[in-house]
């Protein structure tokens, strides 16, 4: 039997080396709010009323990011470049809705997304017992991975059956819990109003992750519901006060993903392995799709939000890998690590524990092996026929035994997708594709007994030419044909994309298969390592980020930087400085409607603004509130300081970016004229 002090020194060191939080770290669970943090820091006690609020006035974007209701008639702040996707699919080559924006001066003028769904959070509910229970102790990982599916798609298809709403089951702590999540899924969404990308992405990729900035990232959008603009109970009110040097801010947004409790040897895969491969792809796609924008103004439009993504991932993905190549990032690892491993192997009731590390080793080594053997071509046409062959195949299966994206309650979401009416454009595909398949090659070797039948005999760019023209997919009617045929509909078919898709089946669920076991073991080490702490987390701790609402809380902060002092906000009057200062460079360049509306803007009034929350990719969109919960900024950002926020904060420099909440209200009014959309924010 454990005694009470040996029980005590484990709590202490295992709280203070795997939970313990620096500064305003934390990406926290609605359901479990830092209240005592808060309380103890900065006197300040959320109420149930608050919080609660708050939760639903926020939403996820399913292209990405996240956003917040502004209005009791639907209306939804998000980011401009969370916007992008649904921007460059309403777009045309008359009509660029991302370079030239877009204000609909009536809702009758409001453009309906093709494939856009927000969820807004309604409940949460604990379910580690029942999916644990589900699991047999004594379970091959093959077995425990087909358990844990089978009781997620049956509390998700139950919880769907009962409340109407999307249910997904959420893994937190590594494995060590599982939640469940109800959202109400709103897919009629439209566009109200978006800046010109010269606005919301002022400065371009040099100022990308870079800080002061003067970005209008922002766009609204508005909801609706059997044809009409939706009503709502809870939206965000709008301060008319820009924030100040030290207030408390918080953020309630979906933060994508994090690795803060990853063990050193899972950094280092990230760092020698993993993160290089996805640089070096990123750097391949981004002069892919450069190139073919180079064949005139209309292909560098049907490219560019992709590019732009690409762009962005690149430079964020640069900045992460610096950190962990950074000494002294692993050092500060390896110390809390041995210092955790010591207290472990100290205690003989927790040598599951001590075992999960060599476990999570062994992982990262067979993760390791399997790096580049992928076959999913990324590429529009590919997708959508690889989804088809999958869809009819799974349907075939009972709902427990089907791929997690395929069960009954993410049909509404895989319909949506199938159907979308957002353009294909058939010439970038062949340049994708093409690029897609010399990957292929490159990386299985031009002898491989599957490339030599992918090909065909034909080299890649001949054989994606063939491709593409020997597919109907673009076609949403034949699309539709397939989604309600049948398995017999799918195998019969002469369509050239769904033969390849057919051809690379196989391989695709031989490699799903192997990399959801290892997620398995990882699921089950990670718990193991997690579980001396779970029971005790309360308000103290949080899990790594699972694109699902949390909340974070933060100072608005100026930082030190080459001996300087970086101001935590920016004005209008700096944007025309920052142009001033780089003239002749493109990117710099204000739109004409600034220079227009120049003498009538306040140029005092705040631009942006950083804050020291903890925020990652995802939380893009993210509402920015004050301590009565009124919206005074909008995140679209991290400083370059950031990037390592996947796996470790802090906040000596690293700062979350915000447009100002007043400087969205002083430009839609003084520069694009919309005073009654400005009129109804927050009302």
């Known amino acids: 039997m454990r005694t009470l002090s040996s029980f005590a020194l484990v709590t202490i060191v295992v709280f203070a080396l795997v939970c313990e939080t620096y500064g305003d770290e934390g990406m926290y669970l609605f359901n479990d709010l830092p209240k005592s943090q808060l309380k103890s820091r900065y006197g300040f006690e959320p ?21 917040s209701f502004i209005s009791s008639d639907g209306l939804v702040l998000t980011n401009h470049h969370v916007a992008s996707d649904t921007l460059h699919k309403l777009s045309t080559e008359d009509r660029n809705l991302i370079d030239q ?20 959070l309604v409940s949460i509910e604990d379910v580690t017992d029942r999916v644990e229970a589900a699991v047999a102790k004594d379970a091959s990982v093959a077995d425990a991975t087909k358990q844990r599916r089978a009781v997620i798609a049956e509390i998700e298809k139950e919880s769907q ?12 702590f590594g494995g060590a819990k599982y939640h469940l999540y109800r959202y109400k899924k709103y897919t009629d969404v439209r566009l109200v109003w978006a800046p010109e990308t010269a606005a919301a992405f002022f400065g371009g990729d040099a100022d990308n992750f870079e800080y002061p900035r003067y970005c209008l990232d922002a766009t609204i959008m508005r909801v609706y519901e059997d044809g009409k603009p939706a009503k709502l109970k809870n939206f965000l009110r ?13 953020v309630s947004g979906n933060p994508g993903r994090t690795q803060r409790i990853f063990t050193v040897d899972a950094l280092k895969y990230l760092r020698d392995t993993r993160m290089p491969y996805v640089l070096d792809y990123l750097r391949r796609k981004e002069v892919t799709l450069q190139q073919f924008g180079l064949a005139g103004a209309e292909a560098t439009r049907r490219a560019r939000d992709e590019l732009f993504g690409v762009q962005n991932g690149r430079k964020a993905y640069t900045g992460m890998l610096a950190g962990l190549q950074d000494p002294k990032t692993i050092a500060t690892k390896q110390q809390r690590e041995e210092k955790l491993l010591a207290v472990i192997k100290a205690d003989p009731a927790l040598a599951d524990a001590a075992k999960a590390f060599d476990e999570i080793t062994s992982v990262q080594s067979e993760k390791k092996d399997l790096i580049g053997q992928t076959v999913s071509l990324r590429s529009r046409l590919f997708d959508l026929a690889l989804t088809s062959v999958l869809r009819a195949a799974e349907d075939e299966k009972p709902n427990g035994q089907r791929l997690r994206e395929f069960t009954e309650t993410g049909r509404e979401s895989l319909v949506q997708d199938l159907l979308s009416e957002a353009p294909v454009y058939r010439d970038l595909e062949r340049v994708k594709l093409a690029d897609e398949l010399a990957r292929l090659v490159e990386h299985r070797g031009g002898d491989d007994q599957l490339v030599a039948e992918v090909l065909a005999g034909k080299g890649p760019r001949e054989r994606a030419a063939e491709l593409i023209d020997g597919t109907k997919l673009d076609d949403i009617s034949v699309r539709k044909r397939y989604l309600e045929g049948s398995l017999d509909d799918i195998q019969k078919s002469d369509d050239a994309m769904i033969g390849l898709a057919r051809l690379l089946e196989p391989e695709y669920r031989r490699l ?35 694109f699902t609402l949390r909340l974070a809380f933060g100072q608005v902060k100026s930082y030190q930087q080459d001996g300087k002092t970086v101001s935590f906000a920016t004005n209008f009057g700096g944007a025309f400085e920052h142009e001033a200062k780089h ?7 204000l739109p004409k409607s600034y220079a227009a509306a120049k003498e009538a803007l306040d140029l005092s009034t705040q631009m942006n603004f950083v804050c020291t929350a903890d925020i990652i990719g995802g939380n893009s969109g993210s509402p920015v509130v004050n301590r009565s919960g009124e919206l005074v900024g909008l995140i679209f950002d991290g400083n370059i300081q950031s990037l390592t926020s996947d796996y470790l904060y802090t906040d000596q420099q690293a700062r979350a970016v915000s447009v100002s909440g007043v400087g969205i209200l002083e430009a839609l009014r003084k520069i694009y004229g919309a005073e009654s959309l400005a009129d109804s924010i927050g009302k």
């Open 583 to 589: 003239a002749g460079q493109t990117d710099f360049d």
């Open 101 to 120: 924006g877009y204000l609909a001066a009536t809702t009758a003028d409001e453009l309906k997304a093709p494939d856009l769904e927000l969820n807004q």
């Open 161 to 172: 059956d009962k409340t109407g709403f999307r249910s997904d089951v959420v893994t937190l």
């Open 47 to 67: 109420s149930e009323a608050w919080a609660d609020n708050l939760r639903l006035s926020s939403v996820r974007f399913n292209s990405g990011g996240s956003g």
């Open 512 to 546: 799903r298969t192997i990399n959801e076991e290892l997620d398995e073991r990882e699921r089950q080490a990670y718990a193991k390592v997690t579980e001396v702490v779970s029971r005790m987390q309360g308000d103290s701790g949080y899990p790594d980020a699972t």
């Open 238 to 250: 709008w301060s008319d006060k820009g924030v100040s040097e030290g207030e408390l801010v918080f």
